[in-house]
């Protein structure tokens, strides 16, 4: 346990002598490349996840279907009568990026190559893709969200407003998160000119 222990003390103390020699030279032990500073949220206040299909995108919004309240129904006559739910009819919203919104992949984008056919990612390029560490998912942008795709949405409002008299018109987008394409959405294809 002795010889352990020194092992361990003289390890120690070489890593502390190679920190502080490249600490005098001007530089850092580990050269890690400064990320740009995290955005600011402390003026803003979260409101709820919504889930939804994305109808139509423009520059910094889109319009989202969610699905309506459910409804109750009955069905059957005397002692047979029951009630059911059944789901409302979808309602659309209309919402923007906050200026710091930002949007994420949940699975690992595809990539193709020249030829057009799927490849892999290098360990270098999904290590691009999780930043920033701490947030789920992997880098995407706005232009990356498209009609037919189904997202999860973090909204927030202003914390300068209350909540009592905040409206849908007040919330933004903090993040929002493209779970995937809905298949019965075919995406607009050019016919070619003849």
């Known amino acids: 346990m002795t010889r352990s222990f020194l092992r361990f003390a003289l390890l120690t103390c070489l890593l502390c002598r190679a920190e502080t020699a490249s600490a005098a030279d001007g530089k850092t032990a580990d050269a890690k490349p400064v990320e740009t500073a995290a955005a600011d949220w402390s003026k803003f206040v979260f409101v709820s996840e919504v889930q939804g299909e994305i109808v139509k995108v423009e520059k910094n919004s889109f319009l989202l279907k969610i699905p309506g309240p459910p409804q109750n129904k009955t069905t059957g006559t005397g002692k047979n009568r029951h009630l059911i739910q059944v789901p409302g ?9 906050a200026d710091a919104g930002f949007v994420r992949w949940s699975k690992l984008p595809t990539k193709l190559d020249v030829h057009g056919k799927k490849t892999s990612h290098t360990v270098e390029e999904i290590a691009e893709l999780k930043k ?7 880098a995407a942008e706005r232009t990356d969200l498209k009609a037919g795709q189904s997202v999860d ?3 927030v409002r202003l914390r300068k407003i209350p909540a009592a008299k905040a409206t849908t018109t007040d919330l933004v987008v903090k993040k929002a998160t493209i ?3 809905d298949p ?3 995406p607009a294809v050019e016919e070619p000119k003849k």
């Open 132 to 138: 920033p560490y701490g947030v789920s998912g992997y």
């Open 184 to 186: 019965a959405v075919k």
């Open 179 to 181: 779970l995937g394409t």
């Open 89 to 97: 009819k979808p309602v659309e919203l209309s919402v923007a990026f």
């Open 153 to 155: 949405l973090v909204m």
